[in-house]
């Protein structure tokens, strides 16, 4: 009886043996089989971040996501996506990424690129503030936590070029300019990764400080790579006290009635309202430009400002020489150069943009583009740091 008792007992134990096995079995991920011989989470992460460089992110998280799938403790795929949620916004989600990332991590190696992965993650939850006419509350929480990535990366390795370049970034988005040419200066000593990145962004950082932007769209214009009408409105506004400028030197056409130097300078005549700037955050910025009537910063014949659409070197070009001829009175700036042989291989001497070009450049408000071919490219977008050093 007893016998027969414990055998009536073994099917149960069976079936509560196979239960928790299927249990384990679910709470971890399986990876799945190869299907080629390229088809390795090595090569799909490093297809990821080849792909997240050139900020295709939608086809790098596929690559990072095809890596997991074969081996759900991946480090650098984990770190990958977490980039990529960070790209697209989700901050929560790259950190939880990150954070999985630093767990898997097996190599120097990979720790290293787990912890950069903070840095950048980091940076990025920042991006957001360093738009002109958005205002963040102190916090420098993001920052102290990059600095506490970067003390572990360097720790177990001196000499990561990728963690003194993207610590570069970080100072530089916070707007920490000498702390961020120190780090590019040191990835340009180790002479391994990020060398001609390193070598651009030293470039921007002493513009920058030559620059000296005095206010706070004008130290985030400093950063912006393409600016945008909107962009330009604000820093003429804010940085060359456009409206108090005018309103100096053109007392018969300008009034000054603002008691705030910033927003002194309204045309009399002939003002001009865009349709397309409702709501949007420098409409005041584009409102004061817009009734100055700088050329080139004008509304376009159909009503519309187009905040968001990019200025190339050329409309810089002809907007500061307006604004040189309304301070100075001197009309014949418009034509001065008009018949001269061009100096620019890329620029003609008939192109309507040539005496712009050549006023600015005469005067040194402007360089060319390239000093060894002398190039303006006129067609070339507009820097925030190469837009400040022009109205300094």
């Known amino acids: ?102 767990n898997d991590a097996r190599s120097k190696e990979e720790r290293i690129f787990a912890l950069v992965g903070t840095i950048r993650v980091s940076t990025l939850s920042h991006a957001a503030c360093l738009k002109i006419g958005t205002e963040c509350s102190p916090d420098d929480a993001w920052l102290g936590r990059s600095k506490d990535a ?73 950063l912006i790579e393409r600016l945008t009408r909107a962009d330009v409105a604000a820093l003429f506004v804010e940085e060359m006290k456009i409206g108090a400028l005018f309103a100096k030197r053109m007392p018969n056409v300008f009034n000054a009635a603002s008691g705030d130097p910033g927003k002194a300078g309204t045309a009399v005549a002939g003002q001009t309202e865009a349709k397309d700037i409702a709501g949007h955050p420098l409409g005041a910025y584009i409102e004061r430009v817009v009734r100055l009537g700088i050329r080139g910063l004008d509304v376009y014949p159909d009503g519309t400002f187009r905040p968001a659409e990019q200025v190339d070197r050329a409309s810089y070009a002809m907007m500061i020489e307006d604004i040189l001829i309304k301070v100075t009175g001197d009309s014949a700036l418009a034509t001065r150069f008009v018949g001269a042989p061009s100096p620019f291989p890329d620029l003609r001497g008939d192109h309507p943009y040539f005496n712009s070009a050549m006023v600015v450049t005469s005067r040194g408000i402007m360089e060319v583009e390239d000093s060894a071919t002398g190039s303006f490219a006129p067609l070339g977008p507009l ?7 022009a109205i300094r």
């Open 1 to 102: 009886m007893i016998i027969g008792r414990g055998k009536s007992k073994n099917p149960l134990r069976l079936l509560a043996t196979l239960a928790i096995g299927v249990l384990v079995i679910s709470c971890n991920p399986v990876a799945r089989q190869p299907l080629s011989r390229l088809d390795t989470p090595e090569h799909h992460a490093f297809a990821g971040t080849v792909l997240l460089n050139q900020e295709k992110f939608t086809d790098a998280g596929r690559e990072f996501e095809f890596a997991l799938r074969l081996d759900p403790h991946h480090s650098k795929a984990h770190a990958g996506a977490g980039l990529v949620k960070a790209y697209r916004g989700d901050f929560v989600a790259g950190f939880e990424a990150i954070k999985r990332a630093e």
């Open 150 to 222: 970067f003390d572990k990366a360097v720790m177990i390795d001196p000499n990561a070029a990728s963690a003194y370049f993207f610590m570069g970034e970080c100072y530089l988005a916070a707007l920490h300019l000498e702390a961020a040419g120190r780090m590019f200066a040191r990835v340009l000593d180790l002479d391994a990764e990020y060398v001609r990145e390193a070598e651009r962004r030293g470039k921007l950082v002493r513009k920058i400080l030559r620059a000296m932007p005095e206010t706070a769209a004008g130290r985030k214009a400093a």
């Open 383 to 389: 820097s925030g740091a190469d837009a400040l050093l």
